[in-house]
């Protein structure tokens, strides 16, 4: 299995652009989760889903990010419009159902000017 | 909400000397507790983890122990070397109303270890 996977891995963008950060989970997961990491805040868990259905999105900073998983294999993280301040790591992980164990993915590095 | 506490935020220790690192939590419902190992630039990894039914585990040069009553627990790594250095992160896990373990991580440690 080739992990969960994320792309892009390295993202640098203009204030005001949108940027869409894309994962897949490890085939068979049904739980899917996206982190913010920061110096500042650490490791900041922003929205997860089961089965496709967002279950907690307490996490989410504003109404400029959105995420969305339209199919068991594939999940957005969108924010429109960036700011500075998103600057930071963004990790996927993946997890079963019954299973404590989350599974990370490589992050995408995200730097808006 | 769960709040999780780690100390220190920085480690330095010469190889082959002992590293403790320590978390506090505070829900009393969490019942699973990991600990990731990210090296820089790199994904966090699980590297060893506990249950609550469980007072402590070893793997190799780790261990990790939890007292339940105090909501501690901690991370030991004997014999270290150069490989180890890194950042680690504690989490409390609760199983959630929407079905799932939802951990809370602690701020990390930036473990150097000085060959």
């Known amino acids: 299995d080739a992990g969960v996977i994320q792309s892009p891995r390295h993202e640098v963008t203009e204030m005001g652009q949108e940027v869409t950060l894309r994962c897949k989970p490890i085939s068979g997961h049904d739980y899917l989760f996206w982190y913010r990491q920061t110096m500042m805040r650490g490791l900041e868990l922003l929205i997860y889903f089961n089965n496709n259905v967002p279950i907690d999105d307490s996490g989410m900073p504003e109404d400029r990010f959105s995420a969305k998983m339209p199919n068991a294999s594939f999940s957005t993280l969108k924010i429109q419009p960036s700011e500075p301040r998103d600057s930071a790591v963004y990790f996927c992980?993946?997890?079963?159902?019954?299973?404590?164990?989350?599974?990370f993915g490589p992050g995408t590095r995200l730097l808006v000017l | 909400g769960e709040n999780v506490e780690q100390h220190p935020s920085t480690l330095s220790v010469q190889e082959g000397d002992s590293a403790v690192i320590k978390c506090t939590y505070s829900?009393?419902?969490?019942?699973?507790f990991p600990w990731y190992k990210q090296e820089l630039g790199k994904r966090p990894q699980l590297i060893i983890d506990?249950?609550?039914?469980?007072g402590e585990k070893k793997d190799q040069r780790i261990a990790v122990t939890l007292n339940k009553t105090a909501k501690h627990f901690s991370l030991h790594i004997t014999e270290t070397q150069p490989e180890d250095s890194a950042v680690y992160f504690c989490a409390a896990t609760a199983y959630a109303s929407g079905g799932s373990y939802i951990p809370t991580f602690g701020r990390g440690t930036s473990l150097i270890v000085h060959p």
């Open positions: 829900d009393s419902a969490s019942n699973y």
């Open positions: 992980a993946s997890s079963t159902q019954g299973e404590e164990t989350q599974y």
């Open positions: 506990i249950r609550s039914n469980v």
